[in-house]
């Protein structure tokens, strides 16, 4: 049987571990240096070092997910021995057979290694948290923009209904929503057919305000956009695709829908305000005096200048929705219980935090590098979006 | 000034019906009433039972008129049972049916009876939350004056170390929820295995095993430091990278200005300047920010109550979701929804008084 590890040890076996990580790290960031000039915005943010910083965190998680079956020295479901709790850098029991002979960061209370849960957990969150975000901003783009630029009765309504979202604690709001119940009554689903249906909206909007006048090409960019489109909404919202590509597990839609709603408005009031901004400069009156469409000038005038704040925002809300998704998985609501996502395991080690603090700080540590990650990046891509 | 009140509170008031009728409608849904039928009655029933359970002690028929008794604008419902037995959302164990009042609802101080607690839900209320407004003083009373100085002090010079060393730990406290702070804040300050505690412990510094308690059970009857510091701090961390921000962004905008340069230009020293002329012009948005943090506050104490076992608001909030007690977690909501829109309302005004430039139309 190997020895105990020392911290020394346990950390060089764990760069080691990430070997595909920082060959993949130092392919991207010697090819982004070096090309940077060329690459806008994101090449300017390699002349900012918070900028850089915050990159190479969010890139060091997203290549984690990657190759997280790379990475990984045990299958993070599989329980290894009766002894619970091992201690970082401890031996394996069946340490001998050509499995990996260490717990690199100990284990949890199942004998399930600390280390490999992380890794893919990580994959698990980079997975909900980029596309949750995504599916807010198209929500809170499709309908900021009409909001801002019309106002009038449609804000009100709007900025309402937003307000409504707001004013609800995120946690109540989460309690309420995320339940075994409320999937039987079938409300997830709704508004999953509501807010999955906004996305597809906007890209036909977008394609046919653009090519209105070139029929041909219009025909075939909408009918592209709304094939696949709804192919994916008949899998993601109703689970009925009928090849069987597009899916997510209930308890997945109950969460993913959640964190849409309580993000969304608050995407919605960021467009809405920067629009009502925008829409008195002078270009917008000359597109407005050449006859221009109204969703003409909101998605290709408006938007493309918008973009600054929009990406910065991007960057902070999908922290903001790491955030909320450990939250989630620290009340133990909608998570599968032998998940690996950081949010359950900090709850499931919790209970013994005092005593083995292990298998909650490796997953609370993971979780606090990625949100700082963004925050920085955010920061980088303010500084450097400024500067224009 | 009035009418902008007036309109507002009309515009709160619809807020706080609307968001309550959907808390109620969340709450009573079918399978949370058959649940409850389950719990209440015996868990062998049948659905047949659960279902005329359901209709005989008032929770059949529309939600829109159970909402209106709940809120106790419609008559509460009365039914008469085989047995000749009288009984009613209004009439008490042993009451004479005769004498009870017709309306009940949270509108005549009726919310309800805890079924998890065991007690009438204002009086669990009042308990948790008279425990939570002590955690939230703690938290304020640490949080606003470090993130004001923060702010301030990274703001007065754009660009100097201090700004950059200020601002990397704001966007870090930011950066780190209530569950992943205090899990790092146990295992560092409270647990007899690692951080310092041990150390400590071994030179005889600490009598007991750890330097600070790891859970806040004992605050509940008495506060000290050792049991109080760790879910304030956790609480604490979270916000203050962010009202820290916002500080600092107003203060170098308005140390940009033009009045501060002819300040300087007069003579007027650094420090007099920062204090006189830039501070309480910095402090506008600021205060905004920190009445629209309460919210975020009431996730944060939901999380460190339940870390930390603290028997707060929070903690009920997640006993009664936990246990399906319906009418403690309508009454924690209407709390909660009440709390937001008023922390709202406060800022708006608030602003409105501070900003001289804001005018209302």
Known sequence: ?388 | MLRFVLRRLGVMVLTALVLTFVVFYLTNLPPNLEKLARSEGSVRMTDAAVASWIIDNGHGGSVFYRYAEWLGVAPGWVLTDDKGVTRGLCIRQNDDPALAPTFCGIFQGNWGFSTVFKKPVLYSLGKSMAATGWLMLAVMVVMVPVALLIGVLAGMREGSRTDRVLSTFSIASSATPEYVSGVILVALFASPATGLSPLLSGWGWIGGKTLFLGTATSAMDNITFWNFALPVATIALYGVGYIARMTRASMTEVMTQQYIRTARLKGVAFRDVVLRHALRNAMIAPFTVIMLQFPYLLNGVVITETLFNYKGFGWMLVTAAGNNDIEMLLGASVVAVIFVLATQLISDIGYVFLNPRIRLS
């Open chain 1, 1 to 388: 049987m190997p020895d105990t590890l020392s911290w020394t040890m346990i950390f060089a076996l764990m760069a080691k571990q990430f070997w595909p990580v920082w060959v993949a790290l130092v392919v991207t960031f010697v090819l982004s240096i070096r090309f940077k000039r060329k690459l806008g915005l994101y090449g300017k943010l390699f002349d900012s070092p918070v900028g850089m910083v915050g990159f190479a965190i969010v890139m060091f998680w997203v290549f984690t997910a990657l190759f997280a079956d790379m990475i990984v020295t045990f299958d993070p479901l599989a329980q290894l021995g009766s002894v619970k709790n091992p201690l970082p850098g401890s031996p394996t029991p069946a340490g001998a057979d050509g499995q990996y002979p260490w717990f690199l960061l100990g284990g949890d209370h199942l004998a399930r290694d600390v280390f490999s849960r992380m890794v893919e957990g990580a994959r698990q969150v980079l997975v909900i948290a980029p596309a949750a975000t995504t599916f807010a901003f198209l929500v809170g783009i499709t309908l900021g923009l009409p909001a801002g630029y019309f106002g009038g009765k449609l804000d009100t309504v709007l900025s309402f209904m937003a307000n409504l979202v707001l004013a609800f604690p995120v946690i109540l709001l989460f309690y309420l929503l995320v339940t075994p119940e409320i999937r039987n009554t079938g409300i997830p689903v709704y508004l999953a057919a509501i807010l999955f249906l906004i996305p597809i909206l906007f890209f036909v909007v977008l394609l046919n305000s653009r090519f209105h006048t070139n029929p041909p090409k219009r025909n075939l960019y909408v009918g592209v956009t709304l094939v696949l489109g709804l192919w994916a909404y008949s899998g993601l919202a109703f689970n009925r695709d009928p090849l069987g590509v597009w899916g997510m597990a209930p308890n997945l839609l109950n969460v993913f829908v959640s964190v849409v709603f309580v993000n969304a408005p608050t995407v919605f009031r960021i467009v809405r305000g920067i629009v009502m901004d925008i829409k008195s400069r002078d270009y917008v009156a000359a597109g407005q005096t050449r006859g221009e469409q109204a969703w003409y000038i909101m998605l290709w005038e408006i938007l493309p200048n918008a973009r600054g704040p929009l990406i910065v925002d991007y960057c902070l809300r999908i922290g903001y929705t790491t955030i909320l998704l450990g939250t989630l998985g620290f009340f133990g609501l909608g998570v599968t219980p032998e998940s690996p996502d950081w949010g359950s395991t900090i709850n499931a080690g919790r209970k013994l935090l005092s005593m083995i603090p292990h298998p909650a700080v490796v997953p609370a540590l993971a979780l606090m590098s990625l949100v700082l990650g963004l925050n920085l990046l955010a920061d980088g891509l303010r500084e450097e979006s400024m500067k224009d």
